[in-house]
């Protein structure tokens, strides 16, 4: 620090007003690019964030009757039927009649064999058990069919807890 006051002793007066003036410009530039600019920008964002919560808040209770509703639906989807029958039934439902070869109960749930079956309707179908019937994979092995988009399953599904 003493080398400091040093240099800026040894300086002329007119070169002094500039070190001084130059000073004080970077210090409000500090001020106000590093701090208070960032500081605004952040109490900006969190008042938008706010908002869009309070927003949230009020279309969800304008529109709770209608999830409640909704929810109840989505969980509904105990047929009364057994896995074993539910599995197959959809399966065939999703086009996979013909790759189906068979079907059996496994402890709490259900094992399935397909062979040649179509890759895409297979997922949709593995999609709609879990999402409509709450059966979740257990466990699952796929090869690779003779033909491109065919595979060959072995699937165990057991009851998800929901």
Same mark, same amino acid.
């Given at each position: 620090? @003493?080398?400091?006051?040093?240099?800026?002793?040894?300086?002329? +007066?007119?070169?002094?007003?500039?070190?001084?003036?130059? #000073?004080?410009?970077?210090?409000?530039?500090?001020?106000?690019?590093?701090?208070?600019?960032?500081?605004?920008?952040?109490?900006?964002? #969190?008042?938008?964030?706010?908002?869009?919560? &309070?927003?949230?808040? #009020?279309?969800?209770?304008?529109?709770?009757?209608?999830?409640?509703?909704?929810?109840? *639906? *989505?969980?509904?989807?105990?047929?009364?039927? *057994?896995?074993?029958?539910?599995?197959? &039934?959809?399966?065939?439902?999703?086009?996979? *009649?013909?790759?189906? &070869?068979?079907?059996?109960?496994?402890?709490?749930?259900? &094992?399935?064999?397909?062979?040649?079956?179509?890759?895409?309707?297979?997922?949709?179908?593995?999609?709609?058990?879990?999402?409509?019937?709450?059966? #979740?994979?257990?466990?699952?092995?796929?090869?690779?069919?003779?033909? +491109?988009?065919?595979? @060959?399953? @072995?699937?165990?599904?057991?009851?998800?807890?929901?």
């Amino acid at each position: 620090m @003493n080398k400091l006051k040093l240099w800026y002793a040894s300086l002329q +007066p007119r070169e002094q007003r500039m070190v001084l003036i130059g #000073a004080v410009a970077l210090s409000v530039i500090v001020l106000v690019g590093g701090i208070l600019i960032p500081l605004q920008s952040m109490v900006s964002n #969190a008042v938008g964030a706010k908002e869009t919560k &309070r927003e949230d808040l #009020a279309w969800m209770r304008v529109h709770a009757p209608e999830i409640q509703a909704g929810g109840a *639906a *989505a969980l509904a989807g105990d047929t009364g039927e *057994a896995p074993v029958v539910l599995v197959d &039934r959809v399966g065939r439902e999703a086009g996979l *009649a013909s790759a189906l &070869r068979g079907t059996q109960p496994s402890g709490t749930g259900v &094992r399935v064999e397909l062979e040649a079956a179509p890759f895409d309707p297979l997922i949709t179908w593995l999609a709609t058990l879990d999402e409509r019937y709450g059966l #979740a994979i257990e466990s699952i092995s796929l090869d690779r069919g003779a033909s +491109p988009g065919v595979v @060959n399953a @072995n699937i165990t599904f057991t009851q998800a807890r929901r």
